[in-house]
């Protein structure tokens, strides 16, 4: 069973980058499909990007052209670089893994999640 830890959150100002990393241990098996979701307290968590060990990604369309996706397989560790970050970025971002593929950016696919790690963008 895939273990999760995120780490590389922060504040930032606007127009800013963070890069997120996330670290799995445990089965690989576990981790087909790998992706970043993000919370506002009062609000619902939402799919942010997801990456399969194809390096096959998708985004949702507030991130597209400003933040990448990527992966190491051999390390099992998962990135998020997160460019030209707005207030509206402020979130908590969580990793999460699956076996199920094809990757999408539906919370219910993934049974595996991290602690999550904090990012405020101020303006």
């Known amino acids: 069973q895939a273990q999760l830890v995120e780490s590389g959150g922060g504040s930032v100002q606007a127009g800013g980058s963070l890069r997120l990393s996330c670290a799995a241990s445990?089965?690989?098996?576990?981790?087909?499909?790998m992706g970043w979701f993000r919370q506002v307290p009062g609000k619902e968590r939402e799919g942010v990007a997801a990456i399969d060990t194809a390096f096959r990604t998708t985004y949702a369309d507030s991130v597209k052209g400003r933040f990448t996706i990527s992966r190491e397989n051999a390390k099992n560790t998962l990135y998020l670089q997160m460019n030209s970050l707005s207030p509206d970025d402020t979130a908590m971002y969580y990793c999460a893994a699956t076996i199920f593929a094809p990757c999408s950016l539906s919370l219910s696919q993934y049974n595996h999640w991290g602690q999550g790690t904090q990012v405020t963008v101020s303006s």
């Open positions: 445990g089965s690989s098996y576990g981790t087909n499909c």
